[in-house]
């Protein structure tokens, strides 16, 4: 007999409780290890795109401007005959963008920039503190 009206079925629930408690803390660690991060690569991927776009456009803008700038500027000079050569010029422009551009995402990160007086340390083997005002010797 159960002693103070307690039932010998108490204890399962007990155990189903903590099994319940288990899986929860497992589906909240997986959701907080999985999907969270997913939404931050998803907000940084956004503001990419969205940048790219914005620079694209800009760089539209900019190769429109020098083709309206030659035709207009330039009086008879680029007439007639020679009426291609300001689209020849922007369309070069344009490739010489998207080259740079290539050639800078191709070439990965660049080196960290030292300051002159931490590059020279580093090259004698010396160790700047992170104020990078002093130079002490490794050993500290």
């Given at each position: 007999?159960?002693?103070?009206?307690?039932?010998?079925?108490?204890?399962?629930?007990?155990?189903?409780?903590?099994?319940?408690?288990?899986?929860?803390?497992?589906?909240?660690?997986?959701?907080?290890?999985?999907?969270?991060?997913?939404?931050?690569?998803?907000?940084?991927?956004?503001?990419?795109?969205?940048?790219?776009?914005?620079?694209?456009?800009?760089?539209?803008?900019?190769?429109?401007?020098?083709?309206?700038?030659?035709?207009?500027?330039?009086?008879?000079?680029?007439?007639?005959?020679?009426?291609?050569?300001?689209?020849?010029?922007?369309?070069?422009l344009g490739l010489a963008v998207m080259g740079v551009a290539a050639w800078r995402i191709t070439a990965g990160p660049g080196e960290r920039k030292l300051p002159k007086v931490a590059a020279v340390a580093k090259s004698a083997g010396l160790e700047?503190?992170?104020?990078?005002?002093?130079?002490?010797?490794?050993?500290?």
């Amino acid at each position: 007999m159960a002693p103070l009206g307690l039932t010998s079925d108490n204890g399962n629930r007990g155990l189903r409780r903590s099994g319940d408690d288990a899986l929860k803390l497992t589906i909240d660690y997986l959701k907080q290890e999985t999907l969270e991060p997913l939404k931050g690569l998803g907000r940084f991927i956004a503001a990419g795109v969205a940048g790219s776009l914005l620079i694209a456009i800009g760089i539209l803008l900019l190769l429109i401007g020098v083709l309206r700038l030659l035709q207009e500027e330039t009086g008879s000079a680029l007439t007639g005959d020679w009426s291609w050569v300001p689209y020849m010029v922007v369309v070069l422009l344009g490739l010489a963008v998207m080259g740079v551009a290539a050639w800078r995402i191709t070439a990965g990160p660049g080196e960290r920039k030292l300051p002159k007086v931490a590059a020279v340390a580093k090259s004698a083997g010396l160790e700047s503190q992170n104020t990078g005002s002093e130079i002490t010797e490794g050993s500290s």
